[in-house]
């Protein structure tokens, strides 16, 4: 396979194409038109921005060839390195180096190509050519020679030059962590097209059986993306960008998001998205809108506001921050926000989505046990590399870094009498470290937050790092709400919801058997001697199933014995526990006053 050169494309040139539709293979091709003399280093990345855990793409690297550009017939030796670097002979021509890349991973962080569809981020699929990351590139899309994928078309948000109608032809990068920052997509799309302050936004859904409501998609999107704008440039109202895509995968089931600086791919389920004829889940589609308003939000907050340890990229290790609850919570904070003031939700449906983060945190016993601050710096090991332990040992930066934003709000808002709120921090942030995309230090926060709000707010400020950022306290939201506004009370919980909060178990069903997944610190279940990998057999000697495990627990009482049978590798325990009102976390729940 091979494709023209233009003399004006720069001296990095990627070629990509569907090699191999089911055996689910890309076939790449990188031309560099000035190798290192001395032995040119190509490494494959360990990960990708946004999702912070070494993934190995090299490890999908089935053949890998090098030759002199347009010699075939005597290969090149390429000397291996580590697992993810080649280093190629000394040679002073263009060179060529051939691979193809197995592609089946679904999620929104590596590539997929099947006889449906394919989606690639390049950094499953592109070398970088060490010490030339920083020259421009291109990327030439080449269309499979199969006939399944005639009707296929090209959605990216990078900079097409010259291209054909269906979106195949050559695109240009500025550099390599620009290549990096555009995820490709292939196949037929359903396209919906607005814009917000003046911006064109899309988003081009794959995976739909039906027709979409494109209408309502579009009034949604629109106002949502409108508010973001303007919160971040209220007098300007200008997006830092000259367009911005969604690149949606709708499946039967499935949920994630990865920002980037001008677009982002979205993975939800068909039955999320509003589609004609089709009964919708407005639960469901509120969780898409808000995990829309989440990546949108990124493009401002982690794609051009960044730690400084992240700039640049080191794509080749782990790159540690302790301030993953700031990018991350404070985003988690204002996604649903967003949807509130853009009028998507009202504000007990919004009240509601607060608490059930709120909750959902403190029934989290590993947020007794490890920091804001060092949930974000594990996040390599800890968050991303979930165990049966995970609930015990980690708390959420996404959960109770929104929390963290939450009270942060409530209190400058309290201490400026609401002359000032969290969104004048967000926009001096932005004047300040996102315009000019300087990094922020690992303390940078501080003389921002002193700079809006004077030394006055300091001992307010020093004690949120230190109890809730750096500690392990819960964030006292009764305290700082306005009762005028908002009624803080004990959420009311039937005695099944307390029953289950108290016996404290994850669970999921295995061919009829109830397999128990997690075990809580502290409550019923980790008394009686349960754990991971157990199978319930009987609670007071009547069978467990799924099914009838919500009727056998709700005639269970509290201070009374509790008889487990259960089967750990194959041989039958039996074990006693008693349920207490203080194995249930506290809960919340909040209403308009």
């Not at 992240?310 to 290790?317: E, H, N, S, T, V």
């Not at 996040?379 to 959960?399: C, F, H, I, L």
């Not at 201070?559 to 259960?566: R, V």
């Amino acid at each position: 396979m091979s494709t023209s050169l233009s003399s004006d494309l720069p001296e990095i040139v990627y070629t990509v194409w569907p090699a191999d539709l089911h055996g689910h293979r890309f076939a790449v091709k990188l031309r560099i038109a000035r190798p290192d003399p001395h032995g040119q280093i190509i490494q494959m990345p360990s990960w990708i921005p946004g999702s912070y855990l070494i993934r190995d793409f090299s490890k999908q690297i089935e053949t890998i060839e090098a030759y002199l550009e347009g010699d075939r017939t005597k290969p090149l030796t390429l000397e291996r390195i580590d697992n993810d670097q080649w280093r190629l002979p000394k040679v002073n021509s263009p060179v060529e180096i051939l691979t193809t890349v197995y592609a089946f991973d679904s999620s929104v962080r590596a590539a997929y190509l099947d006889h449906e569809r394919g989606f690639f981020n390049p950094s499953s699929l592109c070398f970088s050519v060490k010490n030339q990351e920083h020259l421009p590139c291109a990327l030439a899309l080449v269309p499979s020679e199969s006939a399944a994928t005639s009707h296929w078309t090209i959605q990216t948000s990078l900079r097409a030059v010259k291209t054909d109608p269906k979106g195949y032809g050559f695109y240009l990068a500025k550099n390599y962590d620009d290549l990096l920052d555009h995820p490709i997509a292939l196949g037929e799309f359903q396209m919906i097209h607005w814009q917000s302050n003046g911006t064109p936004h899309a988003m081009a859904i794959q995976g739909c059986l039906h027709e979409v409501d494109a209408q309502r998609l579009a009034t949604d999107l629109q106002a949502i993306c409108s508010s973001t704008i303007g919160l971040f440039e209220p007098k300007a109202k200008k997006a830092p960008f000259n367009s911005y895509l969604f690149l949606v995968n709708a499946v039967l089931a499935g949920y994630g998001g990865l920002e980037h600086r001008n677009s982002t791919a979205l993975l939800c389920r068909r039955d999320q998205l509003p589609q004609n004829g089709v009964p919708l889940d407005e639960a469901g589609y509120r969780e898409f809108l808000g995990l829309c308003s989440h990546e949108y939000f990124h493009a401002w907050l982690v794609k051009r506001i960044q730690p400084k340890a992240f700039q640049p990229y080191q794509l080749d290790r782990r790159n540690h921050t302790r301030l993953l609850w700031l990018f991350e919570g404070f985003t988690s904070y204002y996604d649903d926000l967003q949807l509130f003031r853009s009028k998507r939700i009202d504000l007990k449906t919004y009240l509601n989505l607060l608490a059930e983060n709120w909750n959902s945190v403190l029934r989290g016993p590993g947020r007794t046990k490890q920091s804001l601050a060092d949930s974000s710096f594990d996040a390599w090991t800890k968050y991303y590399q979930v165990d049966e332990n995970t609930p015990n040992k980690v708390v959420s930066y996404y959960g109770k870094g929104a929390l963290l934003a939450l009270g942060l709000d409530l209190s400058i808002r309290q201490f400026t009498n609401h002359r000032k709120s969290l969104d004048d921090l967000m926009r001096l942030i932005w004047q300040t470290h996102g315009v000019n995309q300087a990094g922020i230090a690992e303390d940078g926060l501080d003389p921002l937050i002193f700079n809006l709000l004077g030394d006055g707010f300091t001992k307010i400020w020093s004690r949120f790092k230190s109890d809730y950022i750096f500690g392990v306290k819960d964030i006292p939201l009764q305290k700082w709400f306005d009762p005028k506004a908002i009624l803080v009370s004990q959420k009311k919980q039937t005695p099944l919801e307390r029953i289950k909060l108290q016996l404290g178990i994850r669970y999921t069903e295995i061919n009829g058997w109830l397999k128990i997944t997690a075990v809580l610190d502290g409550g019923a279940a980790q008394s009686a001697g349960l754990a991971a990998g157990d199978l319930l057999a009987n609670i007071n000697g009547q069978r467990v199933t799924s099914a009838r495990l919500d009727q056998l627990l709700g005639s269970l009482q509290e201070d009374m014995p509790i008889a487990f049978s259960f089967y750990r590798d194959d041989l039958e325990h039996e074990s006693m526990a008693v349920l207490h009102s203080s194995q249930a976390p506290q809960q919340f729940a909040l209403t308009p006053a």
